[in-house]
């Protein structure tokens, strides 16, 4: 069997010391106490720091527990999601001319939590709260790269909805590698026959997708004739995919 790790033994004790003592304790008195090299004991804590997992005081230099502690194993809050996507999310709409979905995943479904209509004025109805089948759809594809649940793909069941729908487990593991590979996924006709999505993850800071933002219209307005996403497009969605996420790292 494999021994422990020693950097992650001294993080922890650092993490356990720190939450012993009631105020704020001084580098050197973290080293004396933990029979470290000065050295060793600052790059443990400014690598603490880093992570959110401690704080320094920037008058005394003394270090306390860090907030990120306190966000550990609470799921991000889709109505947090939301609202901080909004302005990215109408931007987007209007930029492109097409509509804009938000979604996070909900077992083999993904949940759409917002959308924003296409700014051309033509009828079309909110889709809030809409469940789409994961595999059928670009947003199912990122939030299931972007996500530790991917395991599980051999447990969904991969029913055909249009030309487009994978169908089999060997090709929805190839549409998520391809995304994992260029960062966002687009799907042809997935759902519905003449229609095309792109999406790109919203990640947390260790990579996993808590969330999903997509274009979706017409065929020839999301892709070219060859399959491939008009000129820019791409970069546009995982700009404000992106923009999305860094506005949720305070609370990450």
């Not at 003592?21 to 004396?32: K, Q």
């Not at 709260?129 to 969904?156: F, I, K, M, N, Y």
């Not at 687009?186 to 519905?192: K, P, Q, Y």
């Amino acid at each position: 069997m494999p021994g422990t790790i020693q950097s992650i033994e001294r993080a922890a004790a650092v993490l356990h010391l720190l939450g012993a003592v009631p105020d704020p304790v001084p580098l050197g008195e973290l080293a004396r106490m933990l029979d470290l090299p000065k050295t060793t004991a600052h790059g443990i804590v400014r690598t603490l720091c880093d992570v959110g997992f401690v704080d320094q005081d920037p008058d005394t230099g003394r270090y306390s527990l860090g907030s990120g502690l306190a966000t550990l194993g609470q799921h991000v809050d889709p109505h947090l999601i939301r609202s901080r996507a909004t302005n990215w999310a109408d931007g987007l709409a209007a930029r492109t001319g097409l509509e804009v979905q938000l979604a996070v995943l909900r077992g083999p479904s993904v949940e759409l939590i917002a959308h924003v209509f296409r700014p051309d004025g033509s009828p079309q109805r909110l889709r809030v709260g809409e469940l789409q089948p994961a595999h059928a759809t670009a947003l199912g594809h990122v939030l299931l790269a972007w996500s530790p649940v991917a395991t599980r793909l051999h447990d969904l069941v991969l029913t055909s909805y249009a030309p487009g729908t994978p169908t089999t487990a060997t090709t929805l593991a190839r549409a998520l590698q391809r995304a994992r590979r260029q960062g966002w996924a687009s799907l042809d006709a997935g759902v519905l026959p003449g229609t095309a999505a792109l999406a790109a993850p919203i990640c947390h800071r260790v990579g996993v997708g808590v969330g999903a933002m997509a274009v979706v219209g017409p065929r020839d307005q999301v892709l070219q004739a060859s399959g491939e996403p008009h000129e820019g497009l791409a970069e546009q969605v995982v700009a404000a995919a992106q923009a999305t996420a860094s506005t949720l790292q305070d609370r990450l």
